[in-house]
Every structure is written in C-alpha cells, then in structure tokens.
C-alpha cells in the first residue's frame, strides 16, 4: 500500500487520473483562459494512459477524503483504463475540429471534462463512496453532452436520460450504503466478497444495468445517441456505457459463490439484449440509431459471459479475460465506428477518398461483426467457449446465429452511412488523423 506524497510517484500520477480533467475543467471559468484549455483538453487523458503500465498494484489512501478514499489500478482497472482514457484522447482530439464552427464550444469542453474526471476516477476508484461521486459526476455531466445541440429531439433525449440516471443513482447509493452497513466495510474488494443478499444484487444489477443499457432499462441509448455530438456518442457508447459492466464486476460477488437464480437472470437478460438489439436495429432509418440498438445487443454478450461465472465460480477467470477482452474490442471498434459517421459526413467528391473512408468503415464494422481475422473474431471465440459451463448446445446456438444477427446490423449501418461524397472540399486533417488513431486500434 502506498501512501500519497507530493512528487512524481506512481501514487501521485494516481490522484491525477481524475484530478487533472477536474483542473482543467475549472479553466474553462476564465474567458481568457478557454482557447488554451480547449487546446489542451483531449491531453488530459495522458496521466490515465501513463498510468497504466506504471501503477500496475500501485494503491493510495487519501484518509481525510470522504469516508477515507482509495485510489489503485488492479488487472481488472488496468483494460478498462487503457481503452477508456485512449478514446477519451482520440474523441478529445476529434471533438476540436468537429466543435471548431459551434457557437459554445466551451461549454462542451466543460461537460467532456467533467465526464472524463468521473469515467477514469469510477476506474481507479477502490472505496465505495469514491465509486459512487466519480460515477455520479459522469452520469450527470453526460447530460450535457446529449443535449448540447438544444434541439426538441436533443431536450427529449435529455429528460429521459437524466430520469433514468436519478433513478439509477438512488438504487445505487441504496445498494452500496446497505452492502456497506451488512460487510462493514466500504472498501470495494472486501465488500464485495461478502455480499450475500438478494436486495443488494437487485439493487447493484440494476442501477449499474441503466449504463450497461440491459433490457429494460435500455431505452436511453436510441434516444441519445442521434442527438449528441459525434464524438460524444463515442465515449458514450466506447466507454461509459462500460461504466455498468465495471460496476458489476467490481460489485457483485464474482467467483466466490456459485448464484444460479442470478445467473438465469444475467443469461437470459443478456441473450434477449442481444436479440432485440439486432432486431429493432435492423429497422432504423439513422446510422447512429444502428449502431444505438448494436451497442445494447453487444452488451448482451458480455451481461451473458457474467451470468455464465455466475453459475461456475471456478470457470469465473476464463469468464474475466473474456468480457475483459470483449469490452477492450467493443470499446476501439464502436468509437470508431461513430467517428466514422462524422468523417462519411465530410467526405468530398473525390471517389479515391470516398472509398477509403467506405474501407475504414467496413473495417470496423467488420471487426465488430466478429468476421475471422478480427478482434471480435478472437472476443466472440472467447465467449463461445464458456459456453460448456451453462445450456452448452442452446447457447452456442444462440451466438452463432447472433453473430449472423450482428452481420446484417452492420450492413445495414454500412448501407446508410457509405459516403455519398456532399462537399466540395477534402476532409479536416481534425477529423481523419484521430480517425485513423481509432482505426489502428481497432487492428492492433
């Protein structure tokens, strides 16, 4: 355990995880200062990214913060903070060509800000309350991603999201104080542990299920993603849509007690996600409603992995590299496919650009729809393979007709948003360098 010390310690680039978007974000105040900060804003993920291969086991206390806070990055911390703080980067630095013409980009840079604090704090975070606030701050914060455009469908999308994060923040706190006063502890990995009780599985699967979009809770993602911004869609739904999935792996007692009932719960939630996700999405009239309606289907893949560990607590380790490394490939190829919205959008006349741009986006979309030679190929073996431990012949038919589900979905996505070549100039350097970031991510 290490203890928080001014210098440049594991410990101190720890604190500044979250700390730094939060500083930079208070910048934003003065007038003058706002063209360095919306310069600099994407770079604020650097600390997160540095941290990843520097504080592996690294924890500090901060005793006279809350209830006594705990930073640290264990296995589990160190995927999500890597994909989490490289697209938070890669959005920034997109979101500074995209936001270039708008008429209050530093009001979205304080609400990009201030989400990017909570999504990389809820990571590092290793006490419950610090969990809790860092989750909140991101929840609420995303809220004026969604409706930063201000128009009716904007302000819709708006007021369902935040009942819905009200809501969720409720059951949540609920969940977490109870679990709280029965383990007596608020440090996550002791909590939990010894969390045995029904009420507060209810409570934790679903407050952090309305982020993860499971069914029902699902209905905010079709309505926000159309709305928000392009490269806010893509944290949305690259990363803090994860957030969720975090909140059940950190929470729920993985591993070390065979939950059966759960387990039925989380399987059977997961499939129908992934169904219904294909389904609807197959219907959609706008590219971003597609890949909407995808992330809650893709979801249902890894809601099913957790349910599969839940009924094997001895298969619990294959079932953590496969939703760790389902969620590392959602994360790069979902981002990157709602960048590339952006870019088909701003696509010239030029046809040797057109298609290019069309290849990137069928590249990702590819890889998402699992096809060989693809990260979702190695993720969705991954998760066939758990399949013995539960309903072996009814799952491992369920995946692969999925994943023909998942092919079309994305065809359908490729028909609507293949550029149709609108402007008379190429495309932003902005726009298709972070672009191309996202794409070799998507390969490597």
């Known amino acids: 355990m290490s203890s928080f010390a001014v210098g440049p310690t594991p410990a101190t680039l720890l604190v500044f995880v979250p700390l730094l978007p939060l500083?930079?974000?208070?910048?934003?105040?003065?007038?003058?200062c706002r063209a360095t900060v919306i310069a600099l804003a994407p770079w604020t993920a650097l600390?997160?990214?540095?941290?990843?291969?520097?504080?592996?086991?690294?924890?500090?206390?901060?005793p006279w913060l809350l209830l006594g806070a705990r930073l640290g990055l264990d296995d589990i911390g160190q995927v999500f903070l890597f994909f989490t703080a490289a697209l938070w980067l890669i959005a920034g630095s997109y979101s500074r060509h995209y936001l270039k013409t708008d008429e209050n980009p530093a009001r979205y840079f304080a609400f990009y800000l201030l989400a990017m604090a909570g999504n990389l704090g809820l990571i590092v975070a290793e006490d419950a309350l610090s969990f809790y606030l860092f989750f909140a701050l991101m929840s609420f914060s995303s809220y004026g991603l969604i409706?930063?455009?201000?128009?009716?469908?904007a302000l819709r999308a708006g007021r369902v999201y935040i009942a819905l994060v009200i809501l969720g923040e409720v059951l949540m706190f609920a969940g977490l104080m109870t679990a709280a006063w029965q383990t007596g502890t608020v440090y996550i990995e002791p909590m939990a542990a010894s969390i045995r009780s029904d009420l507060v599985i209810a409570l934790l699967v679903a407050a952090f299920g309305i982020k993860a979009g499971a069914l029902p809770l699902h209905v905010w993602l079709p309505l926000a993603h159309p709305v928000a911004p392009v490269p806010a869609s893509a944290v949305l739904s690259g990363t803090m849509i994860k957030a969720g999935l975090l909140g059940w792996l950190r929470f729920l007692p993985l591993g070390t007690v065979a939950l059966?009932?759960?387990?039925?719960?989380?399987?059977?939630?997961?499939?129908?996600?992934?169904?219904?996700?294909?389904?609807?999405g197959l219907l959609q009239d706008q590219s971003k409603t597609v890949l909407a309606y995808s992330s809650i289907s893709q979801?249902?893949?890894?809601?099913?992995?957790?349910?599969?560990?839940?009924?094997?607590?001895?298969?619990?380790?294959m079932c953590l590299s496969a939703v760790l490394l389902y969620a590392l490939h959602h994360a790069f190829a979902k981002g990157t496919l709602f960048l590339g919205v952006g870019v088909a959008a701003a696509s010239g006349k030029d046809t040797v650009q057109r298609?290019?741009?069309?290849?990137?986006?069928?590249?990702?979309?590819?890889?998402?729809?699992g096809l060989p030679m693809t990260s979702g190929a190695i993720a969705k073996s991954a998760l066939?393979?758990?399949?013995?431990?539960?309903?072996?012949?009814?799952?491992?038919?369920?995946?692969?007709?999925l994943a023909i589900g998942t092919t079309l979905l994305m065809a359908r996505f490729l028909y609507l948003v293949w550029p149709r070549g609108k402007h008379e100039s190429p495309i932003a350097a902005g726009l298709w360098i972070p672009w191309t970031f996202a794409l070799l991510a998507v390969a490597l």
């Open 47 to 62: 600390p997160a990214l540095a941290a990843v291969p520097l504080c592996s086991g690294t924890s500090v206390d901060l």
């Open 260 to 280: 059966p009932e759960w387990s039925a719960v989380f399987v059977t939630a997961g499939l129908a996600a992934a169904v219904f996700g294909v389904l609807v």
């Open 384 to 401: 066939s393979s758990l399949s013995g431990y539960l309903w072996p012949d009814g799952i491992s038919l369920m995946l692969s007709m």
């Open 355 to 369: 298609w290019l741009v069309g290849s990137g986006l069928s590249f990702a979309a590819m890889a998402l729809a």
């Open 147 to 153: 409706v930063h455009r201000r128009s009716a469908d």
């Open 299 to 317: 979801m249902g893949f890894m809601t099913v992995c957790i349910g599969i560990g839940m009924a094997a607590p001895d298969a619990w380790p």
């Open 23 to 32: 500083m930079m974000a208070a910048a934003l105040l003065p007038k003058a």
